[in-house]
């Protein structure tokens, strides 16, 4: 609900305004200017029914003094002043009602400012999302990490080059290939994605240059593999570093030679279209390793783009996830519209290890489980609540706030709850996990009070 603070020092003019304007607002208010500066440095309001005549300063020096960016003001003056009042609005109040007010002419002007100020507001966000590029190609990141990806994306779209996506496991890589394909010239050709890290090693070589009738046992007819299914489009190779050394050899070849042989087959079909590779392994180390082809490595590593953990771009959690809670609304048609200030909290302090798929699973675990209007603590995963709670801990350590000894109590206590909890609270399996004896174990649990619900 917007805010309104009342500015008079008659009593029976805040509680005539608090009982007409609290169905739509809240009303706050302050006797004089002290109290008035105080209230709006303590809580901004969005709106303020200023008095002209008070004691000690007046209602023209609290309008000269408020601070900016200033909130709309209705100045409230008797018939007598209302000079005064038009000085007060070549000063920059927004209008001015007499005393005594008609209350219909009131709630007009109060509703109308209000508004106003809303659209501004929803102006201005637009403006700065859009300055900002939030969302690019079905990316969502206003983090300088983020808007350096946007740029990366952007420039290599319309390039031919061979591309690969750096980061870890959930961070978007798929996104970023699938961006890079949208927003390029091959947009109307056929996108392809194959994780060579789900498919069977039998099976890779197949799935990527097709296999001819008879080529092995089962292979009872012809098939095309992804690199002809992509046609002139783009072939995304998803977990490259988990190819065989045989299929990058085959690869390395495909991408010189710009032809590719189906299993079984004695003549090579065309390969057009663009590759776009990723990893969250350390190439450079596997080549050093010998376990990855360095020939093959600059094949694919002509344009990099590396994608930040979601821990390293923390200003979009928060619209990565109000865009996931939209979309699993939308699609279950029903749960929680929005999230409690505690919620939005616990997800911005979490360390997210399993990046932005980690986040998007919380969010429709919470519209599945959730009962209200609004994504509450209880609705979220138990570990990332616990991960925050440890957070919270580090912080008020550092803070002096709680002593050493305390915080590693507090800590160890949540490292055998957590162990307990995912051993389903047997003893001897969480003990394993904990690298401690079972008896070592039960005396830590009886110190800290630790139990099976």
């Excluded at 675990?365 to 570990?383: F, I, K, N, T, Y």
Aim: hydrophobic residues 45%; proline residues 4%; contains cysteine.
């Amino acid at each position: 609900m917007p805010r309104v603070l009342v500015v008079d020092d008659e009593r029976s003019v805040q509680v005539s305004l608090r009982l007409l304007l609290e169905r739509e607002c809240q009303v706050d208010v302050a006797s004089n200017a002290d109290e008035a500066f105080a209230r709006v440095a303590a809580a901004p309001p969005d709106l303020i029914l200023l008095d002209l005549v008070m004691p000690g300063r007046s209602g023209l020096d609290v309008l000269a003094e408020l601070p900016e960016p200033r909130p709309p003001v209705i100045v409230l003056t008797a018939t007598r002043t209302v000079a005064t009042a038009v000085e007060a609005m070549k000063r920059g109040a927004a209008d001015y009602v007499t005393k005594p007010f008609e209350v219909e002419a009131l709630l007009m002007k109060v509703r109308q400012l209000l508004e106003h100020r809303r659209l501004a507001e929803e102006v201005a966000r637009l403006r700065a999302r859009v300055a900002a590029r939030e969302e690019y190609a079905g990316m969502i990141g206003r983090s300088d990490a983020m808007q350096a990806v946007f740029r990366s994306v952007e420039r290599a779209s319309a390039s031919e080059a061979a591309v690969l996506v750096r980061g870890a496991s959930g961070t978007g890589k798929e996104l970023v290939a699938q961006a890079l394909h949208r927003e390029g010239p091959r947009r109307n050709d056929p996108f392809v994605a194959v994780n060579c890290a789900a498919l069977p090693e039998a099976l890779v070589e197949s799935e990527l240059f097709g296999h001819e009738r008879g080529a092995f046992t089962g292979a009872y007819e012809a098939r095309a593999g992804k690199f002809e299914q992509a046609g002139a489009g783009t072939l995304f190779l998803d977990e490259i570093g988990e190819l065989t050394p045989h299929l990058q050899a085959k690869l390395l070849r495909a991408l010189e030679a710009r032809r590719i042989e189906r299993l079984g087959g004695e003549r090579s079909v065309e390969f057009r279209a663009r590759l776009v590779c990723a990893t969250n392994r350390d190439l450079e180390a596997e080549v050093a390793a010998g376990r990855f082809r360095e020939d093959l490595y600059y094949r694919i590593h002509v344009v990099p783009i590396v994608l930040p953990t979601l821990a390293d771009r923390r200003a979009d959690v928060r619209p990565l996830a109000e865009h996931f809670l939209a979309g699993a609304r939308e699609a279950s048609g029903h749960g929680p519209a929005a999230f409690s200030a505690a919620a939005l909290a616990t997800l911005e302090r979490y360390d997210w290890p399993g990046n932005v798929r980690e986040l998007r699973n919380a969010v429709e675990r919470a519209v599945v489980l959730g009962e209200g209007e609004r994504v509450e603590l209880d609705d979220l995963p138990e570990a990332i609540v616990r991960g925050t709670q440890i957070e919270r801990l580090r912080d008020r350590v550092r803070e002096g706030r709680v002593g050493l000894e305390s915080a590693v109590a507090q800590f160890e206590a949540e490292l055998l709850r957590e162990a307990l909890i995912r051993e389903a609270w047997n003893q001897t399996r969480a003990a394993d996990r904990l690298g401690m004896t079972r008896r070592s174990l039960k005396l830590r649990m009886d110190r800290y009070g630790l139990a099976a619900p």
